[in-house]
């Protein structure tokens, strides 16, 4: 074993194949008949000590590769292990942020319900008794409790599909109705800001094994998202079939979305305006709560935007 590799070159006067085909079969590498040329034999010896040095270097470069490949094996074994503890460990932390959200909700909405109710009480009990100054700070506490109220839904709603805990219920919808109540929804505030929005329907649009409360949700945000940050102009709402794909469209002369914050439009809590000085409320759960919906039932949201100039939001229905 300790010479074997040792390549072994035969002289032989036998210069028939069948002889020549022995030796190459006992291990010879090579062989020169008598008489032989001193040239042409130091020529073969060195020819074959080249092979043999680029054999062993090719088996040392093997070795060190083999050992590249198990130390870069075992690097990328740890990192795996590091980033399914680190998945692990957010997703523990994303439910039980959920949970958090959802318990804190809960503690809120029990003594909102006992104000709204008050409030619409002392609306009934003395609204022909006291003067407008009363009742517009009476409508103040109504709105501020509402805008409260409607935080709570988004957090409730939120929580539950980062905790996985919303399952869908597919059914056939019609989605033209669902458009025109949020248009009637949002038409007095809509009115009150001198905006002109139009509903265009160029088909009666029918979406089946879609989730409604999910195309409620998703609706919803998009329009009260598009009142909320239209200052002046239109909103124009069309529903319509493109490529055989039912689509709904709402474009508005808002405000519109910078390219740098546009990444950022989906994140939960995040604003492009914050601080007390911006020019709108919200909270930044609306639009992430729709992706998240649209994203459970397959539906694509696309936007255009031009900051100052006002965006489209366009959904495409599986």
Request: proline share 4%.
């Amino acid at each position: 074993p300790e010479t074997s590799d040792i390549p072994v070159i035969f002289m032989t006067s036998l210069d028939s194949t069948v002889d020549k085909i022995k030796g190459f079969e006992i291990g010879a590498v090579d062989y020169v008949t008598k008489p032989f040329e001193p040239l042409e034999l130091l020529k073969r010896v060195e020819t074959h000590l080249k092979i043999t040095m680029l054999q062993n270097e090719l088996k040392d470069y093997n070795l060190l590769l083999e050992r590249k490949v198990e130390e870069r094996t075992a690097e990328l074994r740890e990192s795996n292990k590091k980033l399914n503890i680190a998945k692990t460990k957010a997703e523990a932390a994303d439910k039980m942020k959920g949970e958090f959200l959802a318990q804190i909700s809960h503690e809120i909405r029990t003594p909102l319900n006992s104000i709204i109710s008050l409030s619409s009480l002392v609306v009934e009990e003395f609204q022909d008794k006291v003067d407008e100054d009363f009742m517009d700070i009476i409508e103040g506490i109504r709105n501020g409790i509402n805008r409260i109220t409607r935080t709570v839904e988004l957090i409730l709603n939120y929580s539950e599909i980062i905790s996985q805990g919303y399952k869908l219920n597919p059914s056939t919808i019609n989605l033209n109705e669902i458009v025109k109540k949020y248009v009637h929804s949002f038409g007095k505030l809509s009115d009150a800001k001198g905006l002109n929005m139009n509903l265009i329907e160029n088909e009666r649009i029918t979406l089946e094994q879609i989730d409604p409360f999910s195309v409620d949700i998703i609706l919803k945000n998009i329009i009260e998202n598009a009142v909320a940050f239209t200052i002046e102009g239109r909103i124009d709402i069309t529903l319509k079939t493109e490529n055989g794909k039912k689509i709904f469209e709402c474009k508005d002369t808002g405000v519109g979305i910078s390219p740098e914050y546009l990444p950022k439009i989906f994140e939960p809590f995040s604003q492009e305006e914050q601080g007390y000085t911006r020019k709108t409320d919200g909270n930044g759960l609306g639009l992430p709560l729709a992706k998240k919906h649209c994203e459970l039932n397959k539906i694509e949201l696309e936007i255009e935007t031009e900051k100052g100039k006002g965006s489209t939001f366009r959904l495409v229905f599986p």
